[in-house]
């Protein structure tokens, strides 16, 4: 069974003002979080975000600088839903 990878409206709105290659990134995590879940360790720098009201991880899209970011919760285990709640520089990540 595969998970559901969703983007909130402000996510969204932050894609479409990143650079190609990080769009091509972010479309390659959320292929593998569609395929194995949303716990991916072999992406760089993937982490669990502590002190969330939800289970939430993050990973760096990049290296060097500006470094990019993703950050997705999910939302439910038992539809395998998961919400990318931000994407952007890694300086104004919500964490």
């Known amino acids: 069974m595969t998970w559901t990878v969703s983007f909130t409206a402000k996510a969204a709105k932050q894609v479409a003002k990143l650079p190609t290659r990080i769009v091509e ?28 009201p939800t289970e939430a991880y993050h990973c760096h899209l990049n290296k060097g600088r500006p470094t990019y970011v993703a950050v997705w919760t999910v939302e439910d ?16 990540a919500p964490y």
């Not at 839903?81 to 931000?86: A, D, Q, R, S």
């Open 25 to 52: 990134r972010l479309d390659a995590l959320r292929i593998k979080i569609e395929a194995f879940g949303p716990v991916q360790p072999a992406v760089a720098h993937f982490g669990k975000l502590k002190n969330w």
């Open 77 to 92: 285990r038992t539809v395998q839903l998961v919400e990318v709640t931000y994407v952007g520089t890694h300086e104004k």
